[in-house]
Antibody, heavy 119, light 107 residues
């Protein structure tokens, strides 16, 4: 079946970097984009950015510009999100989601990766 | 950026009730509006896309309507499994794809 499998929970110190993976299966990876969304504890959903599964083109949320990078490995059907210079307010669950064409709805979600930033 | 405002932010209802959640965009987004359901500790789940199209596998008691700036999600007869938080999201041509702040539906 179609699914996105994310890497496990991470604990990082302020100033460090984290890289979360999202492995797709059950569909043609290059036919869809992947968006990343995060959710701080008890808060709502925040869109972080998007990457094309076809050509790797990216678009990032302005507030994260310069700290976030999204990449893909089409040979393994895996998307990656790296966030640098971590701060305590980056503590959140990070989700990847498949972006369906035409409407750009997020129709398949990963299970989420908890990233905790603490000294 | 396009701002999405949901109301109410929380709602108490009973099994069998008809419930409506509203989402308003700060500018016209045509019908590029999606609705998601999220249960505690779980990833969001797509319910409605393009304002009124029901995602495959979603029960028919869920429906969406609206166009332009004003949209609604309706649950015709609440079931116990429907108590969750609901988010609207705009996916109009201009990124970022913003979410509403969420509506928590409680018993």
């Amino acid at each position: 079946q179609i699914q996105l499998e994310q890497s496990g929970a991470e604990v990082k110190k302020p100033g460090a970097s984290v890289k979360v993976s999202c492995k797709a299966s059950g569909y043609t990876f290059t036919s869809y984009g992947i968006s990343w969304v995060r959710q701080a504890p008890g808060q709502g959903l925040e869109w972080m950015g998007w990457i094309s599964g076809y050509n790797g083109h990216t678009n990032y949320a302005q507030k994260l510009q310069g700290r976030v990078s999204m990449t893909t490995d089409t040979s393994t059907y895996t998307a990656y999100m790296e966030l640098r210079s971590l701060r305590s307010d980056d503590t959140a669950v990070y989700y990847c989601a498949r972006v369906r064409g035409a409407t750009d709805a997020f129709d398949i979600w990963g299970e989420g990766t908890m990233v905790t930033v603490s000294s | 950026d396009i701002q999405m405002t949901q109301f109410p932010s929380s709602l108490s209802a009973s099994v069998g009730d008809r419930v409506t959640i509203t989402c308003r965009a700060s500018q016209s987004i045509n019908n590029f509006l999606n609705w998601y359901q999220q249960k505690p500790g779980k990833a969001p789940n797509l319910l409605i896309y393009a304002a009124s199209s029901l995602q495959s596998g979603v029960p028919s008691r869920f429906s969406g309507s609206g166009s332009g700036t004003d949209f609604t999600l309706t649950i015709s007869s609440l079931q116990p499994e429907d108590f969750a938080t609901y988010y609207c999201q705009q996916t109009y041509s201009t990124l970022p794809y913003t979410f509403g702040q969420g509506t928590k539906l409680e018993i």
